[in-house]
């Protein structure tokens, strides 16, 4: 099965309200994970990135969360817009300097004006 | 930058005919990938590159073949199109470092093929 995987498929929230993307993943061993965002018909856009040596990072609106303990990674939008409407991925590096994403299968976050 | 381009945006294949699909960075990138992505799922990859001249297998490189005779270029490569290679294809680069960490992907915008 896949190593990363996220609990919700979709998530819908008010515009101005605050999100919460979640993303398990199984591999122990990887060192680095990155949330992506997808607008329809067009390719994956980088949002934000976090190693494993820390467990907090902000961005723009944006918290990456990631606990080791429980192999669990979260995205947080702040006061979320109708532009952030999107498929949003994690993904993870399985650490070994293997060069290589696995990528969860996506949750749908739409806002509603 | 123009960063990651591919051509083409889209493209119907008749079962048994070949295609290349192309990928162009003007990053300067060393890693270089190729992913799938069917509909309603994630991506997965098909085929990575390290740097010029070197390539490797990811998790679906069956029925597809690619090269990477420069740094800037990467092409896939389907020989015998079946309709379950039907799906948008999307190229991505990275850069590398001296201590081996991965960075950001930064994707193309990819191209939707079918295969009839």
């Known amino acids: 099965g896949e190593s990363v995987g996220l609990h919700l498929p979709t998530l819908s929230v008010q515009e101005g309200d605050n999100s919460i993307i979640n993303c398990a993943y199984s591999n122990s061993a990887s060192d680095y994970f990155i949330w992506y965002k997808q607008e329809s018909g067009k390719g994956p856009q980088f949002i934000i990135d976090i190693r494993s040596n820390m467990d907090k990072r902000q961005g723009q609106r944006v918290t990456v969360l990631l606990n080791k303990t429980v192999k669990h990674l979260s995205l947080q939008i702040a006061a979320t817009q109708p532009g952030d409407s999107a498929v949003y991925f994690c993904a993870e590096e399985g650490g070994g300097s293997n060069y290589k994403l696995t990528f969860g299968k996506g949750t749908l976050l739409t806002v509603n004006p | 930058n123009a960063g990651v381009t591919q051509t083409p945006k889209f493209r119907i294949l008749k079962i048994g005919q070949s295609m290349t699909l192309q990928c162009t960075q003007d990053m300067n990138h060393n890693y270089m990938y190729w992913y799938r992505q069917d509909p309603g799922m994630g991506l997965k990859l098909i085929y990575y590159?390290?740097?010029?001249?070197?390539?490797d297998k990811g998790e679906v490189p069956n029925g597809y073949n690619v090269s990477r005779s420069t740094t800037e270029d990467f092409p896939l490569r389907l020989e015998l199109a079946a309709p379950s290679q039907t799906s948008v294809y999307f190229c991505?680069?990275?850069?590398?470092?001296?201590?081996?960490?991965?960075?950001?992907?930064?994707f193309g915008p990819g191209t939707r093929l079918t295969v009839t």
């Open positions: 590159s390290v740097g010029a001249g070197i390539t």
């Open positions: 991505a680069s990275s850069r590398s470092s001296t201590s081996g960490d991965l960075y950001e992907q930064y």
